[in-house]
């Protein structure tokens, strides 16, 4: 069964940095794009970064220069470093992939909480 699971997010300091940790199990990730999302309270859920399966990057306007995306194939693991987080980045952050068609599968989500 396909499954993407989330980790790394928790509570730190406005400038303060994370990484988040995208585990994929049930398909290759060498053969698929992955995206992280997040959702803040009360808003829509935003995309916020992607790598290809050619290890192209895309970045939402307000992570550029501040979070990078990587992934190891190996590891079946896809990573989002963030560094000068702000309040406004406080969101859950789910990592997404397309399998093909209409199969979309979404992670559980992780909480990154930051204080003023």
């Known amino acids: 069964q396909e499954r993407l699971v989330e980790s790394g997010g928790g509570l730190v300091q406005t400038g303060g940095s994370l990484v988040l940790s995208c585990q994929v199990s049930?398909?290759?990730?060498?053969?698929?794009?992955i995206s992280w999302f997040r959702e803040a309270p009360g808003k829509e859920r935003e995309r916020v970064s992607c790598?290809?399966?050619?290890?192209?990057?895309h970045y939402a306007d307000f992570a550029r220069g501040r979070f990078t995306i990587s992934r190891d194939n190996a590891k079946n693991t896809v990573y989002l470093q963030m560094a000068g987080l702000k309040p406004e980045d406080t969101a859950v952050y789910y990592c997404?992939?397309?399998?093909?068609?209409?199969?979309?599968?979404w992670g559980q989500g992780t909480l990154v909480t930051i204080s003023s």
């Open positions: 049930g398909f290759s990730l060498a053969d698929y794009a």
């Open positions: 997404h992939t397309n399998l093909g068609g209409y199969v979309d599968v």
């Open positions: 790598t290809t399966r050619s290890e192209l990057t």
